[in-house]
């Protein structure tokens, strides 16, 4: 019992120990905003797979098949959010535009300045550079390495940075020709050419034996580093476990020269978890619905972000899962406080800690 009163005076000084560090360093954490899954106004989406942020309050997320035509489409999307705390108020489908050529669309993303759209393929391994009318214009030249994909966990995800004109995908989960490491290749290309290519290491699954995980999705943080999504899908439960990462490629080796990373000596990319720590002492959160979309939204009142996790029903596969939306809000947790507030903060925790350490000893 008097183990367990000590533990409950040093209380206070670890909450505000904890509230200074991790409210006064130069990061985002990811808060939730009390509202839970939303689902979409519309039936018509078939399989959706990745999200991107058009502006304002329009977004665009892409599909496998139209059960009319046989042809992939991408979709513009209306999403409003409440301007105060990010829960969503409405959702609602602008156009519907078939794609003529490719399938198994996976990622999308926006290049605002050309008004083009990049989609990458886990069928060929491809991305590809779509005008609004859905017809190719481009593409983008892919390592052949993404070519050892395993079937249907290649490129999944996609990633635009406007400022910087830097695309971003990886392989979802790791190449046959990784198969003794875990981990994905993120690839980085510049003004459309290769201009780097990085480890990412995934996160154990949770159900070794009758589960995986893979990277489901990417996109790009108001500061320029990116944020990854990683799904984790326990076949016994059936639940989905999600992780949200910022990642950062500056201290990365590149590895587009390895042909494998079976015995290769290389740095991979830093993951920090963006999720809340009070809300989610696990690093992660479960859920029935399938997310492959990812979007950094408009800004609300408080200066925070809209975070935004799209669906995929699958469809296509022959699993109907509800088309469901989740919003959080993504904070830049350096605004609040200000610096000194910080350091006082951070004074007293430790000098609290300190005075009843040696007010023990004394006693």
Known sequence: MCFLNDKLRILPALIVLYWSVSHCSAEFVIFDNG???VSSSSTTLRGTSGLTHLGGNQYATIDDIDGTTGLPRFHQLQIDVNSSNGQITATSILSSTNIATGNQYEGIAWDGASGKYYVSSEADH???ILDSSGAQVGSIAVPTIYQNAQPNKSLESLAYNGNTQQLYTANEERLTVDNNVNAVRLQEFTAGAGSGQYAYELENTRNTSNGFNGLSDI???????????????DLDSFNIAIRLYEIDLNSASDISAEGTLNGAMYTAVTKRSLLDPLMYPDGYFTTISNYEGLAVGPQLNDGSWTLLLGPSDDADNGFLIPET????????VSAVPEPGSCGLLFLVATSYGYHYRRKRRVV
């Open 219 to 233: 996109a790009v943080l108001p500061n320029g580093n990116l944020i990854a999504m990683e799904r984790d899908l």
């Open 325 to 332: 939306y989740l919003s959080f809000q993504l904070q830049d």
């Open 126 to 128: 491809s991305v590809r």
């Open 35 to 37: 509202q839970g899954a």
